[in-house]
T-cell receptor, first 115, second 109 residues
Framework: ETGVTQTPRHLVMGMTNKKSLKCEQH?????MYWYKQSAKKPLELMFV???????ENNSVPSRFSPECPNSSHLFLHLHTLQPEDSALYLC??????????????FGSGTQLSVL | SQQGEEDPQALSIQEGENATMNCSYK?????LQWYRQNSGRGLVHLIL?????REKHSGRLRVTLDTSKKSSSLLITASRAADTASYFC?????????FGKGTKLTVNP
């Protein structure tokens, strides 16, 4: 166990559905991340939060909406997704993210399929 | 971009053999990290080597860094079937990590 828990593990949704991915970390970290992992592509950073404030949005389409109510919880709200959004969505945390590239602790991911 | 290439893309060996994976990058780094990912799971941090270090060991893992060649290698000695996974290098600059596409390692019993 890495101390980062993601739910659900698997999600199948239609293009008109609205769903949310949840991530919780028990490590006392101050930075949380969302990554997207598609087949044959490098891991793509989507969003970064430091101390609950969004510090990076990597040109992610607005159909992905992150929320960070506190330093331990991170959500990714999904609506009107496209089939090409099917991927493994990974949450990660680190003590902080500004100023240096630290070791990341990843959750097990949510495997998302958009039909 | 700091993205480089990992090679090989795939590697298949027999149990007990050593596995070597390489990672190259294009711009200067503060550190380089290696992660492992079992199929459909999250990444697990293996080792971090700083730009002023040349070699680091952790159990059966040995990582080297050559900043003049902008390359790093991960050596897994005496491999086991349980080492079967994808291995990623991540280049650490002043801000975020940049991951490569990974090497898929298969260790046959």
């Amino acid at each position: 166990e890495t101390g980062v828990t993601q739910t659900p593990r698997h999600l199948v949704m239609g293009m008109t559905n609205k769903k949310s991915l949840k991530c919780e970390q028990h490590l006392g970290h101050n930075a949380m991340y969302w990554y997207k992992q598609s087949a044959k592509k490098p891991l793509e950073l989507m969003f970064v939060y430091n101390f609950k404030e969004q510090t990076e949005n990597n040109s992610v389409p607005s159909r992905f909406s992150p929320e960070c109510p506190n330093s331990s919880h991170l959500f990714l709200h999904l609506h009107t997704l496209q089939p090409e959004d099917s991927a493994l969505y990974l949450c990660a945390s680190s003590p902080r993210s500004r100023g240096r590239s630290e070791k990341l602790f990843f959750g097990s991911g949510t495997q998302l399929s958009v039909l | 971009s700091q993205q480089g290439e990992e090679d090989p893309q795939a590697l298949s060996i027999q149990e007990g053999e050593n596995a070597t994976m390489n990672c190259s990058y294009k711009t200067s780094i503060n550190n380089l990290q290696w992660y492992r990912q079992n199929s459909g799971r999250g990444l697990v941090h293996l080792i971090l080597i700083r730009s002023n270090e040349r070699e680091k060991h952790s159990g059966r893992l040995r990582v080297t860094l050559d900043t003049s060649k902008k390359s790093s290698s991960l050596l897994i000695t005496a491999s086991r079937a349980a080492d079967t996974a994808s291995y990623f290098c991540a280049k650490g600059g002043s801000e975020k990590l940049v991951f490569g596409k990974g090497t898929k390692l298969t260790v046959n019993p």
